[in-house]
């Protein structure tokens, strides 16, 4: 059986993250001008940050397809170049489904980013440290 990627062939995928901050910026703003302290300005606003975890086989033009289609401000990051590539991204699709945004942007990725992500990683060493 051949394995399963995201353009359906049996190579080594990129897994990718991108991450969006266009909703958590002006809230972070906002909380600063009101005078909130910067470590809890920076925790609020990192539940509103955008990610999307995705595989492709070819980053810049993938990374450029994303960008044209999400509004705002988007940060590429490879993360790894893997074979199974597609079975780890679906993994952190089911595990992160609560936190699913069901259409940010436009085109065939629209439903596949996640909000608060970057918070629940502070909550979860948050918790690691005390």
Do not use: C
């Not at 809230?27 to 470590?39: E, I, N, Q, R």
């Not at 925790?43 to 955008?50: D, E, G, P, Q």
Request: net charge positive.
């Amino acid at each position: 059986m051949k394995p399963r990627t995201g353009n359906h062939t049996a190579n080594p995928q990129w897994l990718y993250m991108v991450v969006n901050p266009t909703l958590a910026l002006p809230l972070f703003g906002f909380a600063l001008a009101t005078g909130l302290p910067l470590v809890p300005a920076t925790f609020l606003a990192s539940f509103f940050v955008l990610v999307k975890v995705g595989i492709t086989g070819v980053p810049k033009s993938r990374f450029r397809a994303i960008h044209k289609a999400s509004p705002g401000i988007d940060i590429p990051i490879r993360l790894a170049w893997l074979p199974g590539a597609y079975y780890i991204e679906q993994a952190i699709h089911f595990l992160f489904y609560p936190f699913r945004l069901w259409s940010w942007g436009r085109g065939a990725g629209k439903s596949e980013w996640f909000i608060a992500l970057p918070g629940v990683a502070w909550v979860i060493v948050y918790l690691i440290i005390r």
